[in-house]
């Protein structure tokens, strides 16, 4: 009875193991499962105030890019002023407007949950235009420039596809020496809340 019993015990470990032996290399030709893209597309529109030849400014900016992972963005951006500015350094009255296009690059370097905080940076150029009051030609471009802005942005997600972002930061400009004006003259600081959407 018991050389009975042991034989049926060895024959279903003998078992057991083949078929252990089988699952195992069933795996090798299981076809691997590709890991999903983390990158996203993003859009962004955002607006602010800011002293361009120490007048209250508004301002607008719309972004295009990608989300390579939730810590790093980048693409480009158009910028331009969405109110009357006075050239206060000419004698007539004369209106002030100008428009950026570049490149962007934000890293994010705090994330919990919902909120973020990130240190966007962007590099680009642009043209300062002119108008004389009673000009009906509209602006003219007189005027190249660089410009550079640093800031940090505080992120608050508020569904899967809307960030919504308040912050501020310097914006530097390089080559104005069109009537009177100096690079001073639009150098500024600034404060700005977007909207943002994108997806990860």
Known sequence: ??????????????????SHAKLQGSDDF????????NWSALIGVSGGNSLIARD???FMNIRI????????????FSSS????????????????DYHAFGVFVEPTVFRNGIFSISLPVSIGGGEVDFMDKGDEDGFKADDGFFTADFSAQ??????????????????????IEENNLQNKDF?????????T???F
């Open 1 to 18: 009875m018991k050389k009975k019993f042991l034989a049926t015990l060895l024959m279903a470990m003998a078992l057991a193991v083949n």
């Open 30 to 37: 299981k076809p691997k499962e590709e890991t999903p893209s």
């Open 56 to 58: 209250g400014t508004i």
């Open 65 to 76: 890019g990608v989300a390579l992972n939730p810590y790093i963005s980048l693409g480009a």
């Open 81 to 96: 002023i969405l109110s009357n500015v006075q050239n206060p350094k000419v004698h007539h009255s004369q209106m002030i």
């Open 154 to 175: 505080f992120n608050f997600r508020i569904t899967k596809l809307l960030e919504v972002s308040i912050g501020g930061g310097y914006r530097l400009f390089a080559g």
């Open 187 to 195: 150098r500024t600081p600034f404060g700005e809340l977007r909207f």
């Open 197 to 199: 959407f994108k997806e």
